[in-house]
């Protein structure tokens, strides 16, 4: 299949919209499809391009076997409210009674290179201000038992996460909502959604299949849009070629 996504953000951006467009699109090329993606040059969380995308236009990167195109990108100043003032950090932490010399762990069950950079800098970021922080990556039951308590202070953690049916369907489906399924598989949802229901569990089978079909009230939609009085239903077709 031919996918081509646009969107803002993408890598090497390490936190926000762009890791999650990253992950999609590269779990998407892993599974055979052709993949391309529309984006501008990487500025986030700084509001500045990076060093090396700077002063350049339009060009074409293949990243992890995704083809990303790049285009110009306006990204204004001083668009944070508030200053960057590690010193003054450190002052109000130093008020609140805060021990510099403790540590604070953080767990997650990331493994991937692009979680643990994310991890480096938020570790650099935080010894800014005089906190640290030291992370521990663990296998996924290995995390549900340290988090099942709570002897833990901080975790780098996520739901479903990735466009993984195998991973949306127990993350997102009301079906798993407590006290149903297991301690590993409940979700956080704790109310009906018919759309997702009805999204989710389609594409979960679409893995096998040739074809997908899924109806959408347009109620559903005229909800999440905001607009009233829409009627029927919405039908959308995806065929693997």
Not at 2 to 14: D, K, V
Not at 90 to 101: C, D, F, K, M
Request: aromatic share 12%; charged share 20%; glycine share 8%.
């Amino acid at each position: 299949m031919r996918i081509l996504i646009y969107g803002i953000n993408y890598a090497p951006e390490l936190i926000g919209i762009g890791k999650y467009t990253t992950e999609m699109c590269e779990w998407l090329a892993s599974q055979g499809n052709e993949v391309e993606v529309i984006t501008g040059m990487p500025s986030y969380p700084n509001w500045k391009v990076f060093d090396t995308y700077r002063k350049r236009w339009w060009f074409t990167e293949i990243i992890r076997n995704v083809r990303v195109h790049r285009s110009p990108l306006y990204v204004p100043k001083n668009v944070n409210r508030y200053a960057y003032d590690p010193a003054k950090a450190r002052q109000l932490l130093q008020a609140a009674g805060w021990n510099t010399s403790q540590n604070v762990e953080v767990i997650t069950y990331y493994n991937d290179q692009l979680s643990k950079d994310v991890l480096v800098t938020l570790q650099q970021m935080f010894a800014q201000v005089g906190l640290k922080i030291t992370p521990r990556f663990l296998d996924t039951p290995s995390y549900n038992q340290a988090t099942s308590g709570t002897g833990f202070s901080l975790v780098y953690a996520g739901i479903g996460n990735g466009p993984d049916p195998d991973t949306l369907y127990p993350s997102m489906h009301s079906d798993f909502m407590p006290p149903n399924g297991t301690k590993e598989t409940e979700t956080n949802v704790r109310y009906e959604i018919p759309t997702s229901k009805t999204l989710i569990v389609p594409l979960k089978d679409f893995q096998n299949a040739d074809s997908w079909t899924v109806t959408i009230p347009a109620e559903d939609i005229g909800y999440a849009l905001g607009l009233d009085g829409l009627s029927g239903d919405l039908e959308i077709t995806v065929e693997r070629k």
